[in-house]
C-alpha cells in the first residue's frame, strides 16, 4: 500500500506530513518507555524483519497481491511507539533507496501503514487480551484479529485522503468499496503471518514480546538429545533478565536476510491491492516520476547486475542490512536518552 508521489495532493500531503512528524516526535518519546537494553536491539531486528516480510507479495485475488504491512506485528512484539518507529524506518528505507513509495507522500504512507495500523492492531490487540483468558493462545489469536483489522482501516484511511486530496475525479464511494474490499483479503494474510512469528516468538521468549508481559516460558534442559522443563528451582535460578538475547537476534536476522535474499525471488509479480485499484479506477493518472528513480537499488534490484534472481537477492540483503543498522542506531539513541534522563533525575538535588 505505499502510496506513490502524485495519487494525493501537495496541501494534503503536506498535512499528513506534519501529522507524522508529530507521530514520530510521540513516538520517540513513548518508546523511551518501551526500550530497554535487551528489547532495543530487537527492535532494530524487527524493522528489518518487517522490510524482508513486505518483499514477500502473496496473490489474493485475480490479479491482485498483497504484502505484510507490518504495523500490528511491531506494536506486540516491541510496542505500540516503538512499532511505529519501526514502520517509519522501513519507510524511509524503502522510499530513499529503493524508489517504493513516494518521497513528498512519506507522511502519507508513515499514517496510513504505520500510525493507523499501529493504533487499530493494538487497540484491539490489548481489549481482547483483557477478555480472553490469560495464555500464549489467547496473545497469539488477539495478534490475529488486531493484524486482520488494520489492514482494512489502513484502506479506509487512504479513501478518506484521496477524499480530501485526490488528485483525479474518481468517485470515493467507488475508491472505498475497492480498497476495503480487496486489503480485506490482504488482512488475512497479514493476520497470519503476524501470528504465527508472535508465536513462534512466544514459544521461546515471551519475555521479549511487548504484548505478551505476565507470560513466562519454562527454562529448558537438554536430556539425552531432547529439550524437557526444567525443575521449577533451576527455572527460578535463572532470571529472566539475565537470559541472553543473542540467539533469537541471530536467528532473526538470519531468517530476514533469507527470506530477502532468497525467498522474495518468488513472491507474487502482480500488482498489490493499492497499484490493482489505482489502476482499474484510474486514480493513478497523475503519478510522478519517484524523486529516487535513479538509485542503484530503484525497484529492488541491483543495478548493472543483469541476473534477476541474483539482482533480486543483493537488494533484499543489502535492504535487510541497512534497515537493520539504521533502525539499531535509532533505538539505541532513544534508549540512551532514556537512562541519561533517568540518571539526570535520580542525580538531581530537591530544592530546600
Known amino acids: 500500500m505505499h502510496v506513490p508521489d502524485g495519487f494525493i495532493d501537495a496541501p494534503v500531503s503536506l498535512a499528513a506530513g506534519v501529522a507524522a512528524a508529530g507521530a514520530v516526535a510521540v513516538s520517540l518519546r513513548g518508546a523511551r518507555r518501551e526500550l530497554d537494553e535487551r528489547t532495543a536491539p530487537l527492535a532494530g531486528l524487527v524493522a528489518a524483519f518487517i522490510f524482508a516480510v513486505q518483499m514477500l507479495n502473496f496473490p489474493v485475488a485475480a490479479g491482485t497481491s498483497g504484502h505484510l504491512l507490518g504495523g500490528a506485528l511491531a506494536a506486540i512484539l516491541v510496542g505500540p511507539y516503538t512499532g511505529v518507529l519501526c514502520v517509519s524506518v522501513v519507510l524511509l528505507m524503502q522510499g530513499l533507496l529503493f524508489a517504493d513509495g513516494g518521497l513528498t507522500a512519506l507522511g502519507v504512507n508513515i499514517v496510513t501503514m504505520g500510525v493507523v495500523t499501529v493504533v487499530v492492531a493494538y487497540a484491539v490487540f490489548r481489549g481482547l487480551v483483557r477478555l480472553l483468558p490469560d495464555s500464549r493462545r489467547s496473545i497469539t489469536v488477539a495478534a490475529f484479529a488486531g493484524a486482520l483489522l ?30 476495503v474490499g480487496v486489503h480485506v483479503l490482504i488482512g488475512i494474510g497479514e493476520a497470519v503471518i503476524t501470528a504465527a512469528t508472535v508465536g513462534a516468538v512466544i514459544a521461546v521468549r515471551p519475555d521479549l514480546v511487548h504484548g505478551a508481559r505476565g507470560l513466562s516460558a519454562p527454562l529448558k534442559l537438554r536430556v539425552g538429545g531432547e529439550l524437557v522443563d526444567a525443575p ?31 525467498v522474495s525471488f518468488y513472491a507474487s509479480s502482480s500488482p498489490d491491492g ?62 540512551r536518552r532514556r537512562s541519561a534522563d533517568l540518571t539526570a533525575a535520580s542525580t538531581a538535588v530537591p530544592a530546600a
Open 150 to 179: 488494520s489492514v482494512p482501516a489502513a484502506a479506509a484511511f487512504f479513501t478518506l485522503l484521496y477524499a480530501l486530496g485526490g488528485t483525479t475525479d474518481v468517485p470515493v464511494a467507488k475508491v472505498f468499496g475497492a480498497m
Open 232 to 262: 521449577a528451582a533451576a527455572a527460578a535460578a535463572v532470571p529472566v533478565a539475565a537470559r541472553s538475547t543473542k540467539p533469537v537476534w541471530i536467528t532473526g536476522l538470519v531468517a530476514a536476510l533469507a527470506l530477502a535474499g532468497i
Open 274 to 335: 493499492l497499484e490493482k485499484v489505482a489502476a482499474d479506477k484510474g486514480i493513478d493518472q497523475k503519478v510522478t516520476e519517484h524523486a529516487a528513480a535513479d538509485s542503484p537499488l530503484a525497484d529492488y534490484s541491483v543495478k548493472d547486475v543483469s541476473d534477476a534472481r541474483l539482482s533480486g537477492g543483493l537488494a533484499g540483503v543489502i535492504g535487510v542490512g541497512a534497515t537493520v543498522l539504521v533502525g539499531t542506531g535509532v533505538f539505541w539513541t532513544v534508549r
